[in-house]
């Protein structure tokens, strides 16, 4: 994985806004903060998404799609904590 940082819960709902969207998709965190406007359902449609782990919505609406090729240049790092009571 290119990201190298942790990143828990907490730090992720924190990028929650249009203007600063984070989200995880299968254990990864991606910025789609630029990909918004590019987004084929809209920006209203991918903040459903925003600041959480968003693999069950994405997967009910396309599991087809290839993200990990569309976001590779948008990781942030990965779900994790390096304290035990985190996440
Ligand atoms: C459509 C990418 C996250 C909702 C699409 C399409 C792509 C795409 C490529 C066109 C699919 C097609 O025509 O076959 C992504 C990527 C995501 C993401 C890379 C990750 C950041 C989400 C999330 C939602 C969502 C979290 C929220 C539920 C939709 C909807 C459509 C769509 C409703 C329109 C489907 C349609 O009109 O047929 N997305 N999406 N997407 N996406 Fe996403």
Redesign the pocket.
Same mark, same amino acid.
């Given at each position: 994985i290119q990201g190298r940082i942790l990143v828990s819960k907490a730090q992720l709902a924190e990028h929650n806004k249009e203007d600063d969207m984070w989200?995880c =998709?299968r254990g990864v965190v /991606?910025n %789609?903060t630029r /990909?918004m406007d590019f $987004?084929?359902?809209g920006r209203e449609? +991918?903040m459903?998404?925003a600041g959480m782990d968003?693999t069950e +919505?994405?997967n009910k %609406? $396309?599991p087809w %799609?290839n /993200?990990e090729s =569309? +976001?590779q240049k948008c990781i942030v790092g990965k779900m994790g904590s390096s304290l035990p009571d985190e996440n």
């Open positions: 989200m =998709i /991606y %789609v /990909y $987004h084929p359902g449609e +991918l459903r998404g968003a +919505l994405f %609406v $396309h %799609v /993200y =569309i +976001l």
